[in-house]
């Protein structure tokens, strides 16, 4: 069985920064792209970034030149770090892996998703 574990979210004031974190766990025999997607209040779940096992990395339009994703294999953890943080990227941030188990088919799974507020 494999889970996805995110970590990370909060409360914080517009123009701040946050760091998520998400641990991939289990029966693990190899994790390909990794990434982060949010869903607002009465939005479609929407890309913030993804990045390959070969670290190649692409984001979402709205979050370009303010957040990072990065990844430690070692770990089999992928982060995201937010600066310059705004009121609209209010969501559930989730963290989605495409990953191959043992004696199971190469699939994507997701985390239980964590919440950040941006407000004053």
């Known amino acids: 069985q494999v889970q996805l574990v995110e970590s990370g979210g909060g409360l914080v004031q517009p123009g701040g920064s946050l760091r998520l974190s998400c641990a991939a766990s289990?029966?693990?025999?190899?994790?390909?792209?990794m990434g982060w997607y949010r869903q607002a209040p009465g939005k479609q779940r929407e890309l913030v970034a993804w990045?390959?096992?070969?670290?190649?990395?692409n984001y979402g339009d709205s979050v370009k030149g303010r957040f990072t994703i990065s990844r430690d294999n070692a770990k089999n953890t992928v982060y995201l770090q937010m600066n310059s943080l705004k009121a609209e990227d209010t969501a559930v941030y989730y963290c989605?892996?495409?990953?191959?188990?043992?004696?199971?088919?190469?699939?994507?799974?997701w985390g239980q998703g964590t919440q950040v507020t941006v407000s004053s």
């Open positions: 289990g029966s693990i025999f190899s994790i390909y792209a």
């Open positions: 989605n892996a495409d990953i191959a188990a043992m004696h199971s088919l190469r699939r994507d799974y």
């Open positions: 990045i390959t096992s070969t670290t190649g990395t």
